[in-house]
């Protein structure tokens, strides 16, 4: 069973920065990506980090938000710029791994003030 432990998140006011950070027990995932849920909505896809070190992310953070990978830690990070009020949500990171599936992060509440 991977386990994945994710750090970072917390208060913020508006313009400034985070970063969290996603470890996984194991190497060999295909892509690992973040997703958040706000209170009320949906979970929503934020970014991804594929094997192909390329990346994606959403329209709505695009240019502010920054995935990273560092394999040898085997870790994502996702570093928050320009945090809107909007950004506010509960940050789950996810890794998918070839033939045995997505596993998730317990998730790290992020609150950006006005």
């Known amino acids: 069973q991977v386990e994945l432990v994710q750090s970072g998140g917390g208060l913020v006011q508006a313009g400034g920065s985070l970063r969290l950070s996603c470890a996984a027990s194991e190497s060999g995932f295909n892509t690992m990506g973040w997703y958040r849920q706000a209170p009320g909505k949906q979970r929503e896809w934020v970014a991804t980090y594929y094997s192909t070190d390329t990346t994606a992310y959403a329209d709505s953070v695009k240019g502010r938000f920054t995935i990273s990978r560092d394999n040898a830690k085997n870790t994502v990070s996702l570093q928050m710029n320009s945090l809107k009020p909007e950004d506010t949500a509960v940050y789950y990171c996810?890794?998918?791994?070839?033939?045995?599936?997505?596993?998730w992060g317990q998730g790290t509440q992020v609150t950006v003030s006005s």
């Open positions: 996810a890794a998918l791994f070839f033939r045995r599936g997505t596993y």
